[in-house]
C-alpha cells in the first residue's frame, strides 16, 4: 500500500438498526403465535367435537402494519368463515389486534404526553422517529391533529355524560396545579369517588381557582344537573379548597375529611426545619392512633407542645380537630384511603411529571383534553378499595366507632362479659 493511501472503513448498511430489527422480527412471530392460538381457542370453543365443523380457517385479512414502541410491525389476522350460512353474529374478533387498530395503546398513551410536553404537530413525525423508525407514516401532521380532535371530543363527550342513578360513597377532591401552565392561570379542579362496588372512577375535571368556592359550585351543579342526587357519606380534601362551601350548599349532609397529607405539610410549614422530625412523629401518633380516644390524647399533646412557642402551628392544626378524626366513624380498612387525598395524588403525580415549565401557555381545552386522556389511561390501572364489603352498610347508615361495626362491637362486649 502506497504512502499516503486513505482506506475508508465503511459499517455494513444497516448494522446500527439490527438489534431493533431483531426485536421486530421476534414481536412478528410471537403476535403471530399468539394469534393463531387465538383462532384455535375459537375454533374449538365453537365447534362441536362429534358435528362437521361450522367454522373454517379461510386465508388472512390483508397485512397492516402496526405502529408500536419497538417501530412498525406487520400483522396478518386470519380469516374465519361459516359454513352454515347463519349470520347469528357469531364471528372471529382478534382481542389482541383489533379491526383499525393502527396503534399500540402504549403509543396512543405516549402520544397525548408529547403533546402537552409541547412538541407541535408537525414536529410528532420527527419526535417519534427513534422509537418508531422514519416509517411512521401514520403519523402525519394531518394524522396528529384529527386525533386531538378525537380526543377534544372524547372530553366533551365525558364531561356532559349523564349521571343518573350513579352513587358514590366518598369523594376526593383537589385542585391540582400543573407544570404547564394554563394561560389564564387557573388549576385543574378534580372530584374522584368510590361506587357501591369499590371501584374509583374519575367524575368531574374542569379547569377554576382552587380557592374559589364559585368555581368548585359550578363543578359540583354540574354534577347534580346531569342526575348525581345522592350525596357521598364522606369527602376528603385540603383545608384551603373552596370546595368544602360549596359542598355544604350542594350536598350539606357529606361528612367532611381534612386530607392529613395536605394538613401535615401545613403545620411543618409554620415551625423551624429543626424540629420538623419530632413534630411529624406527634402528628403521625394522632392519624395512626387506634381509636379515636388515643388520637384526641396526642392531638392535645401536640396542641400543649407546641402552642406557646408556635401558636400559628398548634392554630393551623386545632382549628380543623373534628374535620380531621371523621375517619374513625368508618371502616377501618378505609382509613387508609379516606385520610388523605392520595387517590388524587398519587395519579396526579406522573402526570405533574410528565410536564414541564415553559414560557408559553396552554389553553384550556388543551390542557383539560391532555390531562383527561392521561388520567383515562391510569383509570384502568386503579385498585378496587380494600374493604369494599363494608360499603354496603355505610350506604345503609350502619354506624362505626373507632372503625368497628357498633354491632360487632356490641357483640364483643357481650362475648367478654359472659366469658
Not at 392531638?299 to 401558636?311: A, L, N, Q, T, W
Request: some cysteine; overall charge positive; glycine content about 8%.
Amino acid at each position: 500500500m502506497g504512502k499516503g493511501t486513505v482506506v475508508e472503513i465503511r459499517k455494513p448498511e444497516g448494522i446500527r438498526d439490527l438489534l431493533t430489527e431483531t426485536i421486530r422480527d421476534g414481536a412478528r412471530s410471537l403476535l403471530a403465535a399468539a394469534i393463531k392460538a387465538e383462532v384455535a381457542e375459537f375454533l374449538a370453543a365453537n365447534n362441536p367435537e362429534d358435528e362437521k365443523a361450522r367454522f373454517v380457517r379461510n386465508g388472512y385479512l390483508p397485512e397492516r402494519e402496526i405502529q408500536t414502541g419497538i417501530g412498525a410491525v406487520g400483522v396478518k389476522v386470519p380469516r374465519v368463515r361459516d359454513r352454515s350460512g347463519n349470520a347469528d353474529g357469531v364471528l372471529f374478533r382478534s382481542s389482541i389486534v383489533p379491526a383499525y387498530l393502527r396503534r399500540s395503546g402504549s403509543l396512543n398513551e405516549f402520544l397525548p404526553l408529547l403533546y402537552l410536553k409541547g412538541i407541535s404537530t408537525n414536529d410528532f413525525s420527527e419526535a417519534l422517529a427513534p422509537l418508531v423508525g422514519k416509517e411512521a407514516c401514520n403519523l402525519s401532521p394531518g394524522v396528529i391533529s384529527r386525533l386531538k380532535a378525537e380526543w377534544e371530543g372524547d372530553y366533551d363527550v365525558w364531561s356532559k355524560r349523564s349521571l343518573k342513578g350513579k352513587e358514590y360513597v366518598y369523594f376526593w377532591a383537589d385542585g391540582i396545579h400543573l407544570e404547564a401552565r394554563m394561560d389564564d392561570k387557573q388549576c385543574v379542579l378534580v372530584i374522584i369517588g368510590v361506587t357501591a362496588q369499590g371501584n374509583k372512577e374519575l367524575i368531574a375535571l374542569e379547569t377554576g381557582f382552587r380557592e374559589s368556592k364559585e368555581s368548585w359550585l359550578s363543578l359540583l351543579r354540574s354534577m347534580k344537573e346531569r342526575g348525581l342526587t345522592k350525596a357521598p357519606k364522606l369527602a376528603v380534601g385540603d383545608g384551603a379548597l373552596g370546595f368544602w362551601g360549596a359542598l355544604t350548599e350542594i350536598f350539606g349532609e357529606t361528612r367532611h375529611q381534612r386530607c392529613w397529607f395536605h394538613k401535615m405539610g401545613n403545620v411543618l410549614d409554620k415551625l423551624p426545619k429543626s424540629l420538623f422530625q419530632r413534630a411529624k412523629k406527634h402528628l403521625q401518633d394522632i392519624w395512626m392512633a387506634p381509636t379515636r380516644e388515643d388520637a384526641c390524647k396526642a392531638f392535645d399533646f401536640f396542641v400543649g407542645e407546641y402552642r406557646p412557642k408556635y401558636p400559628k402551628a398548634a392554630g393551623c392544626l386545632e382549628k380543623d380537630r373534628e374535620e380531621m378524626l371523621a375517619f374513625y366513624d368508618f371502616p377501618a380498612e378505609h382509613w387508609a384511603h379516606i385520610r388523605t387525598t392520595n387517590p388524587i395524588e398519587s395519579t396526579f403525580a406522573s402526570v405533574r411529571h410528565r410536564t414541564y415549565k415553559s414560557k408559553g401557555a396552554f389553553s384550556r381545552t388543551t390542557i383539560l383534553t391532555m390531562v383527561f386522556k392521561l388520567v383515562d389511561n391510569a383509570e384502568k390501572h386503579w385498585r378496587r378499595l380494600r374493604g369494599f364489603n363494608y360499603l354496603a352498610d355505610i350506604i345503609q347508615g350502619i354506624k362505626f366507632t373507632n372503625g368497628i361495626r357498633d354491632d360487632a362491637a356490641e357483640g364483643s362486649v357481650n362475648a367478654g362479659v359472659a366469658a
